[in-house]
């Protein structure tokens, strides 16, 4: 340091108009090192360093965006093996199934440990754990009853309210939680966790509405209104999306050839697809799936705005 700027430091603190750590902070602008500062005893701002702490976690949540939408992809093509077998050469399509069957707990792995990094804070730790605790007894309890699936209601308000991280993880951690108290584990339980993850991230990327009119009762209760619309009609296209996808992958296996909705290895992609879509059609789309659709649509209508607002109280770090 200079003895000019000594002297100014010195002048500045004795009159009393700005602080020491100002004055360090000003003179530490003007240093254009840390390390080639004569004086080592100097203490330099640490601004420069936190801008750069702050820009970490923006990045990397485009980062883990890339990630997620990478490993969704290789997912689908998990899910939809059978149109890809056509592909292969003919000696090599016996080992399809099985690359798809080991793709999706891989890729379970990796997103989950990806995603485990922007939990910043206990808090989110914590509620996560109770948010799965919640979907795994709701789950557990409507187990049984054809098609019914309420654990959807949790998953898409929560997935909406904390945004499609950690929505994901939430179905992800709902379906194997309830899977391990069940004792339901099987082939399908990755299936399951992946479709599920889906469901809930797929409500946090909704589009929102900015509160422009807060003071505004009858804005409130009309954007209300509409949110809830929106999530009932997200429920019900996530509900039959959600029984062709868990169709897809065993279809296959179930129905045994020669009849108008099996699989054939050697058909073209469009045969295959018909098939498949007769066989939801008549196996799940009107069952299963339409009473899936119902319950998430009657339980979003009857406790959803109660539910989110009850957890928009609970605030986190975590956003997508």
Not at 108 to 114: D, F, Y
Not at 290 to 306: D, E, F, N, Y
Request: net charge neutral; glycine share 10%.
């Amino acid at each position: 340091m200079t003895n000019e700027s000594t002297t100014t430091r010195a002048n500045a603190t004795a009159a009393g108009n700005v602080s020491d750590d100002d004055v360090v902070g000003t003179f530490a602008d003007e240093a254009p090192d840390a390390q080639s500062a004569p004086d080592a005893g100097i203490a330099f701002s640490d601004r420069p360093r936190e801008r750069a702490d702050q820009a970490r976690p923006h990045r990397s949540i485009r980062w883990t965006k890339w990630i997620l939408g990478a490993g969704s992809l290789l997912a689908v093509s998990a899910f939809a093996w059978p149109f890809f077998v056509g592909a292969v050469p003919a000696d090599a399509q016996v080992a399809v199934p099985i690359v798809a069957f080991a793709l999706i707990p891989a890729l379970i792995v990796a997103l989950a440990l990806t995603l485990d990094r922007e939990m910043y804070t206990a808090q989110t730790v914590a509620l996560l754990g109770v948010l799965s605790a919640v979907g795994a007894a709701v789950r557990i309890a409507g187990a049984g009853a054809g098609g019914v699936e309420a654990v959807f209601v949790l998953l898409i308000l929560a997935g909406r309210v904390y945004g499609a991280r950690f929505g994901f993880l939430l179905g992800l951690l709902t379906i194997a939680v309830s899977s391990a108290l069940w004792g339901g584990f099987g082939p399908w339980t990755p299936f399951q966790m992946f479709a599920c993850g889906w469901v809930a991230a797929g409500a946090g990327l909704l589009p929102r509405w900015q509160n422009a009119a807060r003071r505004e009762s009858s804005g409130q209760r009309m954007r209300a209104n509409l949110e809830i619309a929106l999530l009932a009609a997200y429920g019900v296209v996530a509900s039959y999306l959600f029984g062709l996808i868990m169709n897809l992958w065993f279809w296959p296996f179930v129905v045994g050839s020669g009849t108008g909705i099996s699989y054939e290895a050697t058909a073209d992609p469009g045969q295959n697809l018909a098939s498949f879509a007769l066989y939801s059609l008549v196996t799940s789309t009107l069952t299963w799936d339409t009473v899936r659709a119902i319950t998430t649509v009657v339980g979003i209508a009857s406790v959803g705005p109660a539910v989110l607002a009850a957890l928009r109280r609970t605030k986190i770090s975590l956003r997508s």
